[in-house]
């Protein structure tokens, strides 16, 4: 759920390879032949990023501290929070404004898989990756992904542990970005090939 770092991730790509990256929590299995190359390669820069980021030692250590009955949950609320430092990082950069309109004009423009085709308009309606800036904002989008999953609303019983942890999740980020953005860009697996 953490569209704008994913967004920052595949901004050096084509138009179709960022929509791939946007909406890939949307698609279901392995079979991306129904999707066009570019968006395809999207969808699996996401996975590997997302695969990246849930064994990485800072998102471990995060998750370790999260309420017990509750930490399989946590990684969930997590992807949202690093969008908020994210957002607050670059809130006043001319970067971060066109990406921000480029991912509106993208996910209006298209289509999302039924998995998100109700909470994407509500998303760009709602400027969403500007709004994440705002820690409010985001414990309250938190707590609204959990009104989607079936049983008690267990990310909105994370909310007070987001805040208590707030410090330590800061840090957390401030060493996962940086080494997120060095991994990709070692790997070979970068947006740029995507143009």
Not at 73 to 91: N, P, T
Not at 99 to 112: E, G, I, P, Q, W
Request: hydrophobic share 45%; aromatic share 10%.
């Amino acid at each position: 759920m953490n569209f704008l770092a994913h967004a920052w991730l595949a901004c050096e790509g084509n138009d179709d390879f960022l929509y791939g990256n946007l909406i890939a929590d949307g698609i279901k299995g392995s079979d991306l032949s129904a999707w066009p190359g570019s968006v395809a390669a999207g969808v699996r820069h996401h996975r590997k990023v997302d695969a990246w980021v849930d064994h990485h030692p800072s998102v471990l250590d995060a998750k370790s501290r999260a309420p017990q009955g509750k930490r399989r949950y946590a990684g969930i609320a997590l992807d949202i929070v690093w969008d908020h430092f994210l957002a607050r990082e670059k809130a006043n950069q001319w970067e971060q404004q066109q990406l921000v309109a480029r991912c509106y004009r993208l996910l209006t423009a298209r289509s999302a898989p039924d998995r998100l085709a109700t909470m994407v308009p509500y998303l760009v309606e709602h400027d969403w990756l500007r709004s994440y800036a705002d820690f409010d904002f985001t414990c309250q989008a938190v707590a609204g992904i959990g009104r989607r999953l079936t049983g008690p609303n267990r990310l909105a019983e994370l909310i007070p542990w987001l805040h208590s942890d707030y410090p330590r999740l800061e840090a957390d980020f401030q060493i996962l970005w940086p080494a997120l953005s060095a991994a990709l860009s070692s790997s070979g697996f970068d947006a740029s090939t995507q143009r």
